[in-house]
């Protein structure tokens, strides 16, 4: 066609150029090159295929690119009518959330895609992959998916959807006593826990009238009120969590101590055992006035008087010390009773049996005796008479109770008596001091 040639006015004169200018508007294009390159592509040089290749070379179609990696205005007929033919993407947002807590992260997914999908984001958010961070601070974010090409599907309409980013969630935590009361250098107690959403470590800090070391909560020396306060780590969902616990601190208890003694009232020189009551700890014991004590046992000192026992167990656990007292009367030991026997008596009495001798004694009106020595050559053993009218033989029999002294036959020396001062005796009597 002579207006296919015609393109330059330096090699045709003016008219002819004009002409065939004329020529391609008339057919609907809007110059002679543009009808050229239309022609180029495939298109008839008519008003329908003006038509045609304008809108072709007016297309912006990112498919173009994605199809022949060229634009739409530089592909054929042939080429550019597969790009329109190619079948459509749906993008859907199958999984998205419709809200983050800051700094949290969440997993964006679709469906009817044939390409892999990309994302962008704006605001208050960024987006790797199909992994979406919300921003440290609330706000609105907007992620736009996209689809491109593929063969056989054109790019999908980017689809764009909101997710609102807002503040971290509170974590209630919750601080429980093992015992809510406690006493003064006493027993400890513990803390524990609930409510600690993120999981991390919980810290115990301590005010007032206690200490805390890791959750085990100690008591001071002092009572009053102790506040055990709990804090766990914030993280990416939840801000730090707080709680406390009101622990009370009283005194101690008293340990009411209660003392016996086996005997209130023991003879010089005597015994007798204490025991106590109410006591937490172990009782130990200390003696004042006329006696003294060894572990529970009481001994009466050698004069009368006023014993005080005194008890005394330490603090112990929730308790505190405790004393206790008692109080023992020491009596006097009846005094010594001393006798003389006279060995002038050689009269036999039936009650000793034949061949034995009998020996009077009277009690003298003294409580000192003098140990005294007497010579018995016998052949039996002595008798000894009481006031009574008994007889005591060896010590046995009446009164049971007495210490006599045994004068065995044939026995060289036999003495009996109790130091003090001395008192006469005539050549054939013998002194015996008998103790109750």
Do not use: H
Request: net charge positive; proline share 3%; charged share 5%.
């Amino acid at each position: 066609m002579s207006s296919r040639s015609v393109g330059n006015s330096a090699k045709y004169p003016a008219n002819v150029v004009t002409t065939a200018l004329s020529i391609a508007q008339g057919k609907g294009f809007n110059d002679v090159t543009q009808q050229t390159l239309c022609g180029s592509k495939g298109y008839s040089e008519d008003q329908a295929g003006a038509t045609a290749c304008q809108a072709q070379l007016a297309d912006t179609d990112v498919n173009c690119v994605g199809a022949y990696s060229r634009a739409c205005s530089a592909l054929t007929k042939a080429e550019y009518t597969i790009v329109k033919a190619l079948q459509s993407q749906t993008l859907t947002v199958a999984s998205s959330p419709s809200s983050l807590t800051v700094g949290t992260q969440a997993t964006l997914s679709t469906s009817g895609n044939q390409a892999a999908v990309t994302y962008t984001a704006m605001g208050a958010c960024t987006v790797s992959g199909s992994t979406v961070t919300a921003a440290a601070s609330a706000g609105t974010c907007t992620i736009t998916a996209n689809a491109p090409y593929t063969a056989g599907y054109k790019a999908a309409s980017p689809t764009a959807f909101s997710i609102a980013v807002g503040g971290k969630l509170a974590q209630p935590l919750t601080v429980t006593a093992a015992s809510t009361v406690i006493y003064t250098g006493g027993s400890t107690t513990t803390v524990t826990t609930t409510g600690n959403l993120t999981g991390g470590s919980v810290t115990y800090a301590a005010s007032g009238a206690c200490t805390v070391a890791g959750s085990t909560v100690t008591p001071g020396a002092s009572a009053g009120s102790c506040t055990i306060t709990a804090t766990t780590v914030s993280n990416v969902s939840y801000t730090s969590g707080i709680g406390s616990v009101v622990i009370t601190v009283n005194p101690r208890l008293a340990q009411v101590i209660t003392l016996s003694a086996a005997s209130a009232s023991i003879v010089a020189g005597g015994t007798t055992l204490l025991t106590s009551a109410g006591n937490q700890a172990t009782v130990t014991y200390t003696a004042s006035g006329a006696c003294t004590v060894s572990g529970s046992t009481v001994t009466a000192g050698a004069s009368e008087g006023a014993c005080t026992i005194t008890g005394n167990a330490s603090a112990t656990g929730n308790y505190a010390a405790g004393t206790g007292t008692v109080a023992i009367t020491v009596t006097a030991r009846p005094p010594s009773r001393c006798f003389v026997i006279d060995f002038t008596n050689n009269n036999y009495n039936p009650t000793c049996g034949a061949g034995n001798r009998l020996a009077t004694f009277t009690e003298m009106k003294t409580n000192l005796c003098q140990v005294v020595a007497f010579t018995w050559r016998g052949s039996s053993s002595v008798y000894l008479q009481g006031s009574n009218g008994r007889y005591i033989r060896n010590g046995v029999g009446y009164p049971s109770s007495w210490t006599i002294a045994t004068f065995a036959a044939g026995a060289a020396t036999d003495s009996y008596g109790k130091s003090g001062n001395s008192f006469a005796l005539g050549s054939t009597e013998a002194a015996v001091c008998v103790t109750p």
